[in-house]
């Protein structure tokens, strides 16, 4: 059976540039994502997304970031031999809040990075084509 999950690509924009939120786990790899972690029973997506999000970075929906529900993508990975289905919505931090990131125990260290710099630092193929996809909307809308 697949895992699900669902998360938010957050970015702010610092002097025009785009920067992406990414947190480093705290166990096993170490590996970065955005926000983002299991669907519980009796939950949608969007709450997942929104729950998580809070719990892992301290951020609260339309206090922190505003959620683009015209941006949805679906990621798959195989975790442990299973496949992982995540749920990815596009949010923007609101104006003005520099950084108001809050992290749990689940993560170690937490970066804002234009898109290059997140592509190396995370380097999984699925999730650099996400943030491509991610840069070029962000453009278009401006
Ligand atoms: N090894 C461990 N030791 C101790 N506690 C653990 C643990 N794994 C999970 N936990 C605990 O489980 C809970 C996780 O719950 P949640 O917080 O609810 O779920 P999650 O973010 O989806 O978890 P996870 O980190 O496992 O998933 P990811 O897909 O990023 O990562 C899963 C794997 O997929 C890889 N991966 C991540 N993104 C990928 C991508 N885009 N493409 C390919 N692989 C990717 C990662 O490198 C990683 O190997 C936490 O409380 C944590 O403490």
Redesign the pocket.
């Known amino acids: 059976m697949s895992?699900r999950?669902a998360?938010f690509i957050i970015y702010r924009k610092v002097f025009g540039c785009v920067e992406y939120l990414f947190m480093q786990?705290?166990?096993?790899?170490k590996?970065w994502?955005p926000?983002?972690?299991?669907v519980d029973a009796g939950e949608d997506d969007l709450q997942t997304a929104i729950r998580?999000t809070q719990?892992?970075a301290g951020l609260e929906n339309e206090t922190h970031y505003i959620i683009d529900m015209n941006f949805r993508r679906e990621?798959q990975?195989?975790?442990?031999d299973r496949p992982?289905t995540?749920m990815y919505w596009l949010a923007e931090l609101r104006a003005g809040l520099d950084d108001p990131v809050r992290l749990s125990?689940?993560h170690v260290a937490h970066r804002w990075l234009p898109l290059q710099e997140a592509v190396a630092l995370?380097g999984?193929?699925?999730?650099t084509r996400?943030l491509q996809e991610c840069e070029r909307y962000i453009q278009d809308k401006e």
């Open positions: 895992v999950a998360g786990a705290s166990y096993a790899g590996h994502t926000p983002k972690g299991h998580e719990e892992e990621l990975y195989m975790v442990k992982k995540v125990e689940e995370q999984f193929q699925e999730m996400l």
